[in-house]
């Protein structure tokens, strides 16, 4: 009986791009967020940070849709008990062993940035750290990753053995998602809502339906991505006025109005990505080169670049007297936040690939 060698699925080139877009974001929200509020408010400068600032809201969620996306489409047709097992254990070593490593860099690091004379370890209030990722303010996204990965196997399982589940897994995700959150907003909170995989699993959802019909998501996404294009830039116009109309008109939405805004907002960027990066790839291949070498190190990046963040805000003096200087100032805090972290990922990429590569054996007596 001969063995069929499984065909791997082709590598979806444009989501790296996306990730580059969404590392961006990142960057943009951590850099310009003193500038929203130490700025006066209604100012020029004041609005163009705020504007930044939100427009680039969609980077979890969209980071999170990728994770959905790219697991579904690729276990799709390989994932039985052995694979369950492998899952695991890859993402252990991806995603647990990293956050305890810099979990504990934070826990360290924070010290000696603010109170370096009490530099200490104690390993009771660093476990109390863990749980909800206190050790820093950005790595609660890793929290929320490892519990879709804990209930991943289950949803694969499931739109294995009902094929109405994997039909409709787009809307089930978004009752999941709509219904638990009612019961939060109107009968009880839940506890460290944010960092509960609940409060993201229309995105992760979403992802999960792209992956298992990506040729005829992109299909229909080449066919309509004039209207949607042209959505995505109102409800960006929309989430960006909220906040101006909070500040200036102290117009406040209730809880539910800025849910809807911010993931409707967040879906809709995350179809224009993935659109504009696949004409991207076809056309500008500079960019996309560029892009690409920065989506494949983005999970570094994300890692790293508060570390240089706070040491940029707490080393490089703040120039007074010209809304000039500030600008630079601040956009310096970005390149800094973006630059060193990528060329630290990319130098250790490339000394771990040449530690990897086994010697070449020579024949006895060439």
Known sequence: MTNVKKISKPKLLELDLVRAAAILAVL????????????????????MYLTLNKLSNFAVPVFILLSGLVLFYRYQDDFGGKQALLFYVRRVRQVLFPYLIWSLFYYLYNQ???????????????????????????????????????????????????????????????????????????????????????NYFSMFALGGWMGLYYERFSGWLRANFAWVSTLTLLIGCAFVGLFVAEGRFRLQLPGYGYQLLFFGYAAFVSMTLIRLCQIALARWKLISRLLTGLGAVSFGVYLMHPAVLTYYKTHVTLPGGSIAMYHAYTFGAFLASLIVPWVLVYAYGRIMKLLRKKPVRTKAGA
């Open 112 to 198: 000696w940035i603010y109170d370096r004379a009490r530099l200490h370890f104690d390993a009771a209030e660093f476990g109390e750290l863990l749980p909800w990722a206190d050790a820093s303010y950005h790595l609660y996204f890793m929290i929320i990753i490892v519990q879709f990965y804990l209930i991943f196997p289950l949803l694969m399982w499931m739109c294995k053995a009902w094929p109405s589940f994997r039909r409709y897994l787009v809307w089930i995700g978004l009752a999941v998602h709509a219904g638990l959150y009612a019961y939060h907003y109107w009968v009880r909170p839940f506890d460290h809502m944010a960092s509960l995989c609940i």
């Open 28 to 47: 943009i929200i951590h850099a310009t967020a003193d500038a929203t509020v130490e700025l006066a408010f209604g100012s020029g400068s004041q609005a």
